[in-house]
Each structure stands twice: as C-alpha cells, then as structure tokens.
C-alpha cells in the first residue's frame, strides 16, 4: 500500500506565491509519474502538471510560466511551486503518484487565491 501525503496548501492574495509538497510512503518498488490535479466544488478534477522518471515535466496550458513541477526522488517528494496566483488557480490540489503501475491519490489540501 502507497500513501500519499500534501502540504503547503493556504490562502494567498493575488499574484502572491505558495510552495505545495507531496510524499510519497509505503511499500511499492518504483514510481513512475507523480503530479498535480485541482478541483473546484462542482467541478471534475483537473490536471496541472506532473513529472515523470528522467524528469520530463508537462503542465496545463493554464499554469505554463508560473507553475513549477520538481522531485526529490531520493525522499518520494514532489513539489509545487506556484507564483503569479489568479483567483482561477483555487481550488483543492491533490497529489497522484503512479507506482508499480497503480495510481495513488492524496486527501488534497487547498488553495484559496483572493483578489
């Protein structure tokens, strides 16, 4: 079993900056994607970015210049780097991680950009 732990989430003005952090932890042999969904109340969930093994890096035309994806791999970590937020950007932010082929998902934590 994978658990899949977020953090960083909070409340941020306009054009202000957070740093979201995600772990990965239990028994599995390799992961090979991790990333990022957001989700607004009465929306379906949707993807932001993610990164795969070797580094490769996409992101969601909506988040392309101010979004950065990263991981540690040495400690199953992702990271978020978010800056230039919009009120658009709100939402709760989940964590996914893809080990020995089987997709995870976090609990989320929230984002809440004022204007």
């Known amino acids: 079993q994978v658990q899949v732990v977020e953090s960083g989430g909070g409340l941020v003005q306009a054009g202000g900056s957070l740093r979201l952090s995600c772990a990965a932890s239990?028994?599995?042999?390799?992961?090979?994607?991790m990333g990022w969904y957001r989700q607004t109340p009465g929306e379906q969930r949707v993807w932001v970015a993610a990164?795969?093994?070797?580094?490769?890096?996409n992101y969601a035309d909506s988040v392309k210049g101010r979004f950065t994806i990263s991981r540690e791999n040495a400690k199953n970590t992702v990271y978020l780097e978010m800056h230039s937020l919009k009120p658009e950007d709100t939402g709760v932010y989940y964590c996914?991680?893809?080990?020995?082929?089987?997709?995870?998902w976090g609990k989320g934590t929230l984002v809440t950009v004022s204007s």
């Open positions: 996914t991680v893809i080990a020995d082929g089987t997709r995870y």
């Open positions: 239990g028994s599995f042999f390799r992961i090979s994607s």
């Open positions: 990164i795969i093994t070797g580094g490769t890096t």
